[in-house]
Each structure stands twice: as C-alpha cells, then as structure tokens.
T-cell receptor, first 112, second 109 residues
Framework: EAQVTQNPRYLITVTGKKLTVTCSQNMNHEYMSWYRQDPGLGLRQIYYSMNVEVTDKGDVPEGYKVSRKEKRNFPLILESPSPNQTSLYFC???????????FGPGTRLTVT | EDQVTQSPEALRLQEGESSSLNCSYTVSGLRGLFWYRQDPGKGPEFLFTLYSAGEEKEKERLKATLTKKESFLHITAPKPEDSATYLCAVRSNDYKLSFGAGTTVTVRA
C-alpha cells in the first residue's frame, strides 16, 4: 500500500529541546516537502527536496532544518523549538515537481 | 508573488442542495491547479489537477473547472459525508506550490 508515514503523530515539548519529526514514503517519489498548517493561514511550505541531497527553502524556513540522505526519508529538525512553532505539520511527496502531492497524516506539535 | 484566495470561508448546505466553491488566483505562469479535501485532523487528500483554461474534471458529486483567473469546485446534491475543508493550490513557473486558506463545507442531513 502506497503511504506516507510521519512520527511522532503528537508531541509536546519544551522550548529549546531539539526534536526531529520523521517522514518516510514507499512510493519511490523524487519530490518531498514539509508544510505547517495554522488556523487562518492555511498550508505554508517550510522546506522541499527535489531529490537526494537536494533541498531548498520554502516560504517559512526559519527555525527548521532538513536533510535528504535517502530517497524515502525526509526528516524535519527543530534545533531549538520555540512556542511560535506550535503547529500541525505535514510531510508530502510527489513523483516530481509537476505532479500532485500526497500528504502524510500530520504531526501535532506543541512547544511550551 | 503568487496568491490564492478561496471563497466563501465556510458553507453550510442542506443535503441535496448543490453549490459551488471559488478559488481565484494570480500566478506567474500556471503549471497546474490542484484541489484537495481535508478532514479534521487528517492530511489533505488529492482530488483533481487542472492544467489549462476550459479543462474540467469530475469525481462522483464533485466537478472542478478552470478559467484563466479562477477555478470552481461544484458539489452536486451533496451528502453529509461531503463535509470537509476543500483546499485549492496553484503551482507556478518556478514549481512552487501555494495553497489557499480553504473552504469548510458542512452538509446537514
């Protein structure tokens, strides 16, 4: 079954404690992306990757890091989380930049 | 800067009452317009892709259309299970994807 998985699904943490949200896909897709979704602001892109070892900033990259060492995985790293990073995060993948994206189930992050 | 505006923000319908959602956009070269459905607490689910003005796509009670400035998602004879937030997104020449804020549809039995 084609799927995008994210872990953890829910996370409550404290300011400054480094965390990683994992994203994995089994569709052999080239393109992967991270979004955050906030009420009234919609989905905003954080980072994206067109292929292994190729990443680029989206609209709201500040405070986040990513890496793409293997095709199937695209982790999102928050080195020093702050309360304004409390949000619902989605990983998405697509065959390439021209095709539709498929989204993971989401990770709800709360930073206190 | 690419902009995507969806209206209305919320729509309450009676079961069987057809209606339309609007997605207006300004983009530097359209490389595709996408419609997604999102249920509360879940990831968006892909519905349609439209590439050029005049194109139409259908799936069950949903039909998407595209002009040079906007797209419509028509819901015909909706059922309660059609209740969801519908998101519109556009991809521009630089392959960046920009989302609208969505329209939340509630269908009452």
């Amino acid at each position: 079954e084609a799927q995008v998985t994210q872990n953890p699904r829910y996370l409550i943490t404290v300011t400054g404690k480094k965390l990683t949200v994992t994203c994995s896909q089994n569709m052999n897709h080239e393109y992967m992306s991270w979004y955050r979704q906030d009420p009234g602001l919609g989905l905003r892109q954080i980072y994206y990757s067109m292929n292994v070892e190729v990443t680029d900033k989206g609209d709201v990259p500040e405070g986040y890091k990513v890496s793409r060492k293997e095709k199937r995985n695209f982790p999102l790293i928050l080195e020093s989380p702050s309360p304004n990073q409390t949000s619902l995060y989605f990983c998405a993948t697509s065959r390439d930049t021209t095709y539709e994206q498929y989204f993971g189930p989401g990770t709800r992050l709360t930073v206190t | 800067e690419d902009q995507v505006t969806q209206s209305p923000e919320a729509l309450r319908l009676q079961e069987g009452e057809s209606s339309s959602l609007n997605c207006s956009y300004t983009v530097s070269g359209l490389r595709g317009l996408f419609w997604y459905r999102q249920d509360p607490g879940k990831g968006p689910e892909f519905l349609f892709t439209l590439y050029s003005a005049g194109e139409e796509k259908e799936k069950e009670r949903l039909k998407a259309t595209l002009t040079k400035k906007e797209s419509f998602l028509h819901i015909t004879a909706p059922k309660p299970e059609d209740s969801a937030t519908y998101l519109c997104a556009v991809r521009s020449n630089d392959y960046k994807l920009s989302f609208g804020a969505g329209t939340t549809v509630t269908v009452r039995a």
